[in-house]
């Protein structure tokens, strides 16, 4: 599968983003997907996951309650929406996938889990 991230911009601290990722294929709904994000100097780092049917998502603590994870599997997409942004949630946001149904509360943070990655998606928020 292929994966392309967009979204991404400059916006002021306290305002909302919704990114979007758009992925190639007949089989999305086969896949785990996840968020992660690197900001400049730093590891890359999670930011929340959703299963194949949607039905199931889990995030990091510094954006839980603030992010929120969708996806529409008969458009082939997956989006965050981002809100009340602060200027530590600057970064470069990726998305990436796993191929497989796992079951509900199998959440997968780890960047190492995933197979495939898209190209990534710069959010910058200003103080």
């Known amino acids: 599968v292929q994966l392309q991230a967009s979204g991404g911009g400059l916006v002021q601290a306290g305002g909302s983003l919704r990114l979007s990722c758009a992925a190639s294929?007949?089989?999305?709904?086969?896949?785990?997907m996840g968020w992660f994000r690197q900001a400049p100097g730093k590891e890359r780092e999670f930011v929340g996951t959703?299963?194949?049917?949607?039905?199931?998502?889990d995030y990091a603590d510094s954006v839980k309650g603030r992010f929120i994870i969708s996806r529409v599997n008969a458009a082939n997409r997956v989006y965050l929406e981002m809100n009340s942004l602060k200027p530590e949630d600057t970064a470069v946001y990726y998305c990436?996938?796993?191929?497989?149904?796992?079951?509900?509360?199998?959440?997968?943070?780890?960047?190492?889990?995933?197979?495939?990655w898209g190209q990534g998606t710069l959010v910058t928020v200003s103080s």
């Open positions: 959703i299963n194949w049917s949607g039905g199931s998502t």
């Open positions: 990436a996938a796993r191929y497989g149904q796992f079951p509900a509360g199998q959440s997968m943070p780890n960047p190492s889990f995933y197979s495939y």
């Open positions: 294929g007949r089989t999305f709904s086969s896949y785990h």
